[in-house]
């Protein structure tokens, strides 16, 4: 099984609805890549902008190559509102393939920002969400194999030669 680095970093968007009425809106991002059970990250959250936040935040993931290839995974960055009563809010979403985004890299040596709408809870689409991204070279992963053959349970296990036994000495 191989894996590929992913790194992304989360620039700012714009143009989100306010969800808050009474206060400003601390928007944060929660970054997973569904199709694979270890990908969730957050940014910190957004101390200023109200409606166009802006972290400068970069992450990394390792996602399976063949997962990768096979179009079986799926970037989702969920925008969220940080709130003191109620539990947060969802700001909107913007869900990518991770295949399209690796075609779209693939022979380039930098990737300049991109821009994705972000669609509400309510399925209408406001504002941008603006990052960057970039994947690395595929890192092999080896299934572990035992230098020396496994002895059965009934065996007797014998020490190596020269061994030192504390009050009997060597063997």
Known sequence: MDYRPFDITLHSASGLKDVNFFSSMRVYVVVSIVGDSNSRQETPISKCHRKNPAWEFGMRFYVEES????????????????????????????????????????????????????????????????????????IPVRTAVPSEPCLSPSAPYLPPEGYFFPGYGYI
């Open 67 to 138: 997962k990768l290839h096979q179009n079986c995974l799926m970037l989702v960055l969920k925008l969220r509102c940080s709130q003191t009563v109620g539990g947060d809010k969802d700001v909107g979403e913007v869900c990518v393939p991770l295949k399209k985004l690796f075609d779209s890299a693939e022979g380039q040596k930098e990737i300049p920002a991109v821009t994705y709408k972000v669609t509400t809870p309510a399925g209408k689409q406001r504002g941008v969400l603006c990052f960057s991204y970039g994947f690395g070279k595929t």
